[in-house]
């Protein structure tokens, strides 16, 4: 499942759908410094919450520990209600698959981007300081690559996930075909 995603987006970019429905976006510890860059399990990335003056960039710790000890990067959202939940938005470019043959001790790594759109949303939740990226069954364009995809919406449909003023069972499906273009990264 998605272990690596990419972000190569000027905060400005991610603050523009927020500031078209007057709902600015505050940046409550100061301007993180958003270097473009791949984020793994374990860093800390950019997210964005329901603050108390509206929505929030936060830089979160992706993962939180299972009892068992181990990270919780994705987060199943099959029959599951989201409502009391601290629900984010985790914005990128890209995201990435890994698929067998091995190729010199290394899987083969694709990239998935939104067909017309220069970057989106990854719906996530909040749990004990940290995020994870909830999962849904895959869509065509995800399922020769995974047998579960990362929930995602355009830029301009985040803020329904961070209020439900959309129906969750709409915004918790894959992508319909054709949505996502993809691409080996490597090896090249």
Not at 60 to 87: H, I, L, Y
């Amino acid at each position: 499942m998605c272990n690596n995603y990419r972000l190569h987006v000027p905060a400005n970019q991610l603050a523009a759908p927020f500031a078209a429905l007057c709902r600015p976006l505050t940046m409550p510890l100061s301007r993180p410094n958003l270097e473009p860059g791949d984020y793994r399990i374990g860093d800390r990335a950019p997210i964005v919450v329901a603050g108390e003056d509206g929505p929030q960039l936060e830089m979160t710790p992706w993962a939180w520990k299972a009892p068992t000890g181990r990270p919780v990067f994705n987060f199943r959202s099959d029959g599951r209600s989201f409502a009391g939940s601290t629900r984010c938005l985790i914005p990128a470019d890209g995201f990435y698959e890994f698929t067998e043959p091995k190729v010199q001790g290394k899987k083969t790594k694709w990239l998935f981007t939104m067909v017309g759109q220069p970057w989106f949303w990854i719906l996530g939740i909040v749990k004990d300081g940290a995020f994870a990226m909830l999962t849904t069954e895959p869509g065509p364009d995800v399922a020769p690559y995974h047998d579960r995809q990362i929930v995602l919406l355009p830029p301009d449909a985040g803020v329904h996930w961070l209020d439900l003023s959309a129906a969750q069972d709409l915004m918790l499906a894959p992508c319909p075909a054709g949505a996502l273009d993809v691409r080996r990264v490597w090896p090249e």
